[in-house]
């Protein structure tokens, strides 16, 4: 890691400030005065802005009840983001682990471990997302062999992958998929005749959403759960 991001990280100073700091002389490496802000660290160094040894805060995992109407972003001048129903003083440098649209509501993860969440969202990784898909009207058992085969979508040259259906009421069913395109679920829904009326992300992985949880309302991920995706 650079000395700058750093000192961004353990400190409330953006890596502006972080760099200023650095080039006045305030940043001392192993008790030594450093100006270099892009000095790389091995990571056992004693690092102290103005005398004081700084530390990397931990890294942060958590899992959101997403209501509607609010945007998987950092910032929007639009719209409530994500960010916007946490507590300002954890919100530094969390991101979003896999994004939901705005009127898509459920299970959303959120951590400052940009490694972590790469593991999440790569194409690579195969990892299943389940959905619970209210439509407009019952699914046909033609209709899900067909997703469950895998379906052309419109303006996309690849076919999806094969997804798994479950049959829950008459017009909801659970839609296991392990990609990440566009819009996704409604394109492949709509792909065989019907229509999504409203879309509820119940699980990434091994990692379920919290029944106690309320829309907007949020928790630490635990161990297990955080290395279920690892």
């Not at 650095?22 to 790389?40: D, L, M, P, Y």
Request: hydrophobic fraction near 35%.
């Amino acid at each position: 890691m650079r000395l700058d991001q750093f000192i961004a990280n353990s400190t409330e100073l953006s890596r502006k400030e972080a760099k200023r700091a650095i080039g006045s002389g305030e940043v001392t490496i192993n008790e030594q005065i450093c100006k270099g802000a892009n000095t790389r660290l091995a990571g056992d160094e004693r690092v102290a802005l103005s005398g004081t040894l700084l530390t990397l805060p931990g890294e942060r995992y958590l899992m959101m009840n997403k209501p509607a109407g609010v945007v998987s972003a950092t910032t929007d001048s639009d719209h409530p983001t994500a960010l916007d129903l946490l507590p300002a003083d954890i919100t530094r440098h969390l991101h979003i682990a896999g994004r939901l649209d705005a009127d898509t509501t459920g299970l959303l993860l959120l951590t400052t471990d940009g490694q972590w969440s790469h593991r999440v969202t790569s194409p690579r990784t195969d990892c299943p997302k389940t959905y619970r898909v209210t439509l407009n009207e019952p699914l046909s058992d033609a209709a899900a062999q067909q997703l469950e085969r895998g379906v052309d979508l419109h303006n996309d040259p690849r076919p999806t992958r094969p997804a798994r259906v479950h049959f829950m009421e008459d017009r909801i069913i659970e839609l296991t998929i392990s990609e990440g395109r566009y819009h996704q679920v409604k394109r492949m829904v709509a792909a065989v005749g019907n229509h999504v009326e409203a879309l509820h992300r119940v699980r990434i992985g091994q990692v379920e959403l919290d029944d106690a949880l309320m829309p907007g309302e949020y928790r630490e991920l635990t161990a297990e759960e955080r290395d279920s995706l690892a």
